[in-house]
């Protein structure tokens, strides 16, 4: 039996909330074959009835981590490229990212969206009102959340895809 063509590659994300972060991972996902595992489809399948605020978010989202990142590494050393769509918005995320890339020793991207708050909290509003995503946030947890998010930089050791606003996301 043969391994995989190519090399895995694990494709991150980062983007402030409403950016299109999961719209880009399902297209990544599409054009490369790599699976795609949504944070927010696993949060709330496990979690949805105990996240009521950031402090629950938080709380569960490193529960998930705990579990997923073992799987992410099993997935890569298996031949198979994986598409995270957990947000690489703060230097903790990011740090767990890394140590998902140096446990499976593979290639990286993380894929960055360069949004302006003012289209992040429209398309929010938008998301809120059309029910596309399990959880709804409200402007006071937006602006709370967005006052975390930081941008990787190259420094950090990431390999770095910038990709610029679009609303059509």
């Known amino acids: 039996m043969s391994g995989p063509a190519t090399e895995p ?50 709380r569960c989202a490193e529960r998930l981590r705990l579990v997923i990142g073992p799987h992410v590494v099993a997935l890569l050393n298996a031949g198979t490229s994986v598409v995270l769509d957990f947000p690489g918005n703060t230097p903790d995320f990011r740090a767990w990212m890394m140590g998902l890339i140096q446990q499976a020793g593979v290639r990286h991207e993380m894929h960055v969206i360069d949004m302006p708050d003012a289209a992040c909290w429209d398309r929010l509003q938008r998301r809120n009102s059309e029910g596309g995503n399990p959880f709804k946030v409200s402007r006071a947890q937006f602006e709370q959340i967005t006052r975390h998010f930081s941008a990787p930089s190259e420094a950090d050791g990431f390999i770095i895809v910038w990709h610029a606003p679009d609303d059509s996301r």
Not at 13 to 36: E, F, N, P, W, Y
């Open 9 to 58: 590659v694990l494709y991150l994300l980062c983007g402030k909330i409403a950016s299109g972060k999961s719209t880009l991972a399902r297209d990544l996902a599409l054009q490369t074959g790599a699976v795609a595992i949504h944070e927010d489809e696993w949060l709330a399948g496990l979690f949805g009835d105990q996240m009521a605020s950031i402090p629950d978010y938080v």
